[in-house]
């Protein structure tokens, strides 16, 4: 009696500790995610910063309606290299995004997985104690 006990408190806590490791493996993953992704909002912005600051120096630069053609031009091929730019780093956002799709699908399967093989019945007849994770260390 006190053996089944004690394996069954066994499970319980190997069982929590898997737990507490998905959760703090979800965890980094969410940290990591958005820290990538608030850098990249923060690399667009600086991308329209610096736009912004080119279009205001080349308004500054008008003296004659020739320069306002000029702005005109100069503007247009800013906007399309402004928009190249951010289409770039949009490129890279949704890289970050799949990354953590990826890796979460990942964690989930793995953790399904545990799950599955945790609770399969032993096969009759024969006694085991250990958990499915311990098996696969032991093997």
């Given at each position: 009696?006190?053996?089944?006990?004690?394996?069954?408190?066994?499970?319980?806590q190997?069982?929590?500790?898997?737990?507490?490791?998905?959760?703090t493996?979800?965890n980094?993953?969410?940290?990591?995610t958005?820290?990538?992704?608030?850098?990249?909002?923060?690399?667009?912005?600086?991308?329209?910063?610096?736009?912004?600051?080119?279009?205001?120096?080349?308004?500054?630069?008008?003296?004659?309606?020739?320069?306002?053609?000029?702005?005109?031009?100069?503007?247009?091929?800013?906007?399309?290299?402004?928009?190249?730019?951010?289409?770039?780093?949009?490129?890279?956002?949704v890289?970050?995004?799949?990354?953590?799709?990826?890796?979460?699908?990942?964690?989930?399967?793995?953790?399904?997985?545990?799950?599955?093989?945790?609770?399969?019945?032993?096969?009759?007849?024969?006694?085991?104690?250990?958990?499915?994770?311990?098996?696969?260390?032991?093997?």
């Amino acid at each position: 009696m006190k053996t089944d006990m004690t394996d069954v408190l066994k499970t319980v806590q190997e069982a929590n500790d898997r737990t507490i490791a998905a959760a703090t493996d979800l965890n980094k993953l969410a940290t990591r995610t958005q820290s990538l992704l608030v850098n990249k909002q923060i690399a667009a912005f600086e991308l329209w910063l610096e736009a912004g600051a080119k279009q205001i120096k080349a308004m500054s630069e008008i003296r004659t309606a020739a320069d306002g053609t000029d702005l005109l031009k100069n503007q247009a091929t800013a906007a399309k290299e402004l928009g190249e730019k951010l289409a770039g780093n949009l490129n890279e956002v949704v890289e970050i995004q799949t990354q953590a799709r990826d890796e979460l699908v990942k964690l989930v399967q793995g953790n399904i997985e545990q799950a599955q093989a945790d609770v399969t019945p032993a096969t009759p007849g024969k006694k085991t104690t250990k958990t499915s994770a311990t098996a696969k260390k032991v093997a």
